[in-house]
């Protein structure tokens, strides 16, 4: 007998029908995905997916390939992190992509080196001005000066012309992708100093433990589950997480009700940019180079990660729990047809059917919510 | 006259060249119960919205608490202490009860501007008094709005203006979408509200409602306040004749 636990006012509340997070789904969908990976593997090919077959190593799971996983999907899953709290709070940003592409060939050009083999640098944007060898932290906060301008930007406008979403980011995003293109007429900027190649290639493990750990390349994964357990926190015990879902479910509720609505806007779209203009950083700097197409369809890749991790489209419902989740899907299936030796090509078409199974099945598991209660 | 809450003096609302609401004198006394009834159209939401700031007066005074009010939307109706459960409930359906309760002036463990740290402990506590002292029913708090039936919804709004108000509560059709049941039980509440002495101004279609609820009926008809009726001294035949404009009552036989 499931008995009152805290109905208010005699009401009876059976905690066993509560229903399951649905978070829990798409874990256990990732599940199922690795397991498909590994049965198929070991019929094809008869190799494991997940454990390790190598005789010289002596661990569990085959560690390379799961940080591999994680690591292919860390640049597109920063920005997945701040399209989360802009499609939670009811909106869409198609501009990250574009956003990432011009923040890289900026920032990029704020950290190159001066002499390259003994020469100077040919790449160099500013050699007139003498901007090379600048110290890391000055294209740091150039890059995340561009993301902040972009999302601000973006933020006004819908908040303040109240335009949609879709058609303010759209327009960012056509724009940001011709000033990235602009930039150094559409050549790629290179040859960045060593401290901005650290960023993602260094050991800051090493770093950070004195040299007790190492584990140099990860710097990507460390940013990207850092930001994510920041912004758990954030949407989960702040007031502004409580008011992005306040926003996304009733906007007209939430101004009634005190919610300074405009300026959350703007916060929204600002952190999203500047969770873009990080992923550029770290892009950049793992690539060594900037291109003016970096980051093209990102945007879209960012928000099928948190489509399938479960954020609904019309706001008001998602966590970044899921959006991790999702976008570790991604990387299990890029990595699964890449393991099956099996042409990139079929990992498109399969992504696509997973972004439109993932919805279909939110929508039953709502409506069925909805119809017992 | 210090026991008068609310007074408005030649209320008027024009859309361009609609007169929605003409000349309303309005009172409203400490712990009284005023139900306005009137047709679709008769003028009352728009009275409603002048009051609570959603609108800006064409012409007119309000004098709210003793003061002559001006306020520039609903939040400074709000702060003042006008509490409206609106038509359309305003409430965030993915948020549980106590987000909702508390919804824009959430109850804060660490402040950090608008990354504060919120107090769940306390907004949980504090929600479940109020719900205990307005005798509301809700299974679980921590369900969200979407879940629960249009009873336990308005109930959750209902609760929502009763716990900050302060000092005047409209509600706007509070039982027009609801069951039976669900209707008894807002209905309760406003007893409760009515036992504790707070004020409160109700819109409604419905007759045995309006008896049951209120202790004075005001009745709108084109824009105008054309009767103001004891609940005593009164029957649903006259209140109905107001409506239709088959009677008009002595003191306000030019708005006919």
Redesign the interface.
Known sequence: MAQTTHGIGGLAYDASKRARPPELNVFVALLLIVAVFEILGRLIIGDSFLFNTRPNVDTLFNVPRLTIIILQVSTVGIIAIGVTQVIISGGIDLSSGSVVGATAMIAMSFAQVAIVNGNPNPKAIFPEQGWLDLPVIIPILVGIGCGLIAGLINGLLIAYTRIPPFIATLGMMVSARGLSRWWSNGNPVSFPTESFAGISNGDFLGWLSFGLFSWKGVNPVLIFISLAVLFHLVLTYTKYGKHCFAIGSNEEAARISGVKVEHHKVLVYVIAGIMASVAALVLSSKNLTAQAGMGITYELDAIAMTVIGGVSLSGGRGSIIGTVIGALIFGVIISGFTFLKLDAYYQEMVKGVIIVGAVILDQWRQRRQAIGG | MSDVILRTEGLTKHYGGVHALQDANFELRMGEHVAIMGDNGAGKSTFVRQITGVEQRTGGKIIFNGQEVHFKG??DA?EAGIETV?Q????????DVP?NLF????K?WLN?G?????D?KGMRAAT?KA??RT???????SNSI??MSGGQRQCVAIARTATFASKLIIMDEPTAALGVQETAQVENIIRTLKANGEPLIIISHNMRQVFDLADRIVVFRRGRIVANLNKHETSGQDVVAYITGAKTGTEYADAA
Not at chain 2, 88 to 95: F, G, Q, T
Not at chain 2, 114 to 118: C, K, T, V
Not at chain 2, 135 to 141: C, G, M, R, S, Y
Request: no cysteine.
């Open positions: 609903p939040l709000r609106f359309n409930l305003a409430l965030a359906d993915d948020l987000s919804l824009g002036r959430e804060v950090l608008p990354f504060s740290i919120l769940f479940e719900l205990l005798a509301v029913k809700i299974p679980n708090l979407r879940k």
